[in-house]
């Protein structure tokens, strides 16, 4: 038995689906049977890690652009001056003990 279901997509993504589809030679409720059943099998813990996979790509990959995005910037003060500007004004910096292990 097959049941019909209507579902709301945005209209990016139901673009997507269509061209890959076509470029599939497969109808767009087969892709997306195919596409929920590959889905539905992964575990939470698989679909987490590939979720973490695709962050880190896509930290990756602005890492590797952000010279073509941004200016370089001079300073021409000690290395370490600078980075004890940034662990003085970044609340975010993990404390350091006396041998340079977390508190």
Do not use: C, N
């Amino acid at each position: 038995m097959t049941a019909k279901v209507t579902i709301s997509l945005p209209d990016e993504l139901l673009e997507r689906l269509d061209a890959e589809a076509r470029e599939l030679g497969v109808a767009r409720s087969e892709l997306v049977q195919e596409s929920l059943t590959t889905y539905l099998g992964k575990t939470a813990e698989e679909r987490q890690a590939e979720a973490r996979r695709a962050r880190m790509e896509w930290a990756l990959e602005g890492m590797r652009t952000f010279a073509d995005r941004h200016p370089v910037i001079y300073d021409d003060r000690p290395t370490l001056e600078i980075l004890r500007e940034i662990r003085e004004t970044d609340d975010s910096a993990p404390l350091r003990g006396k041998h340079g292990g977390p508190r």
